[in-house]
């Protein structure tokens, strides 16, 4: 009973934000510019409907089988990257407003609004076609990456990292079709999967994640869960887990495997995850030989910090940040990653994060498009 008072709470606390919200969008779209009242109509019956929109695909947002809803989820999570360059630009076009009128220029603080307020509506949403069209175009970043640790015998291992994939109510089993297909077409050795490949429940969205099952190579194609696995609940984690390996992916759980003589693979759960898979550094590396190459797979380039001292990692690889998705929210990823794409060192480990192929949220991505990693590796 106490959960659900909150939940109910919660949910009236967030109807009166939205419509704050909205409210605030209606008197910067139709009040500054001070459109007729018949433009006025128009925009309120606009900005009703998508917020009728909006509200019913949040509900039904991993809400049992997603292919019935998506009609409805796809535009009311695409009207949050319209929302988002909405605000910007409003807010923008307010500030310039107010210092014209503090500078008693009324005369160009209205030609300001009235050719501005359309111009930024036009703008954002060209800003998120563009962002809708970018998403749907997964490419490929090779990364050369030299190590001294590195066996001769591997020199020239091709490693494609494929993350976030994102599957459930914004992407189904044809997208899941195109990125294995893509995947397979580098010639991978091995193939390693970061978590995030899902939005919803094994039973709702198994046939969608099916595909994965013809991802193959010499050196097998291994995953680890991520923190999308667990958004419907705790317990969906270890289903998740058993579902993957249904499909013969090799699951890591705070444990390691060989690949092959001097050359070891490490993986963790995400950082979310609790109980049995709550994740362990430590457990995964304990059967690691520091003369090995030794290969770390995590969902959150942030995992890096939880490494113990002297962990012997070469090369650890995760996704989780998406490259920031949508700029320029995109730029707060910084303050929590210490790498947000592409190759770095943080901790005296060098680090790739990926840009994942899919995405969280809006179905849009705005200079910073999706990506298939393919990192080839070469001995000193």
């Known amino acids: 009973m106490g959960h659900t008072v909150v939940a109910v709470l919660g949910g009236l606390v967030g109807l009166v934000v939205l419509g704050a919200y909205v409210g605030w969008l209606y008197r910067r779209l139709a ?4 459109l007729s009242p018949r433009w006025r109509r128009g925009v309120a019956v606009a900005l009703g409907l998508g917020l009728g929109v909006f509200v019913v695909g949040a509900v039904l947002l991993r809400r049992g089988d997603p292919a019935p809803v998506r009609p409805v989820v796809w535009p009311a999570m695409t009207s949050l990257a319209v929302a988002l360059y909405l605000t910007l630009g409003l807010a923008l076009l307010a500030l310039v407003a107010l210092a014209l009128r503090l500078r008693g220029r009324t005369d160009a603080r209205r030609r300001v609004l009235r050719v501005g307020t359309p111009a930024v509506v036009a703008l954002a949403l060209a800003v998120t076609g563009y962002g809708v069209v970018a998403a749907t175009r997964p490419s490929v970043r090779t990364t050369v990456v030299t190590s001294d640790a590195l066996p001769a015998s591997y020199d020239g291992l091709r490693v494609v990292l494929m993350t976030d994939l994102h599957v459930g109510a914004l992407h189904d089993a044809s997208w899941t079709r195109r990125v294995v297909d893509l995947v397979m077409t580098q ?6 999967l970061g978590g995030d490949l899902v939005d919803g429940r094994p039973e709702d969205i198994a046939a969608d994640v099916a595909p994965l099952a013809d991802l193959a190579t010499p050196l097998g194609v291994h995953a680890v869960i991520g923190n999308h696995e667990l958004i419907t609940g705790a317990a969906d984690g270890p289903r998740w887990v058993a579902a993957y390996e249904s499909l013969g992916l090799d699951v890591l759980t705070n444990e390691s495997v060989e690949l092959g003589p001097g050359l070891m693979l490490a993986g963790v ?4 995850a609790t109980g049995d898979l709550a994740p362990d550094p430590a457990a995964a590396l304990a059967g690691v030989d520091p003369d090995d190459f030794v290969l770390y797979l995590a969902h959150e380039p942030r ?7 002297g962990a012997g990692v ?3 690889l995760a996704g989780h940040t998406h490259g920031g998705q949508l700029w320029p929210v995109g730029l707060l990823s910084r303050l929590a990653a210490p790498v947000v794409q592409g190759y770095g060192v943080a901790d005296g480990v060098p680090l790739l994060v990926s840009r994942g192929v899919g995405t969280s949220g809006p179905p849009v991505r705005v200079l910073s498009p999706p990506q298939v990693d393919v990192v080839v590796l070469r001995a000193t």
């Open 187 to 192: 010639d991978p050795d091995l193939v390693l």
């Open 31 to 34: 009040v500054a510019p001070d």
């Open 303 to 309: 995992q890096v910090h939880d490494l113990p001292d």
């Open 269 to 272: 759960p995400d950082a979310t």
């Open 314 to 316: 070469d090369l650890m």
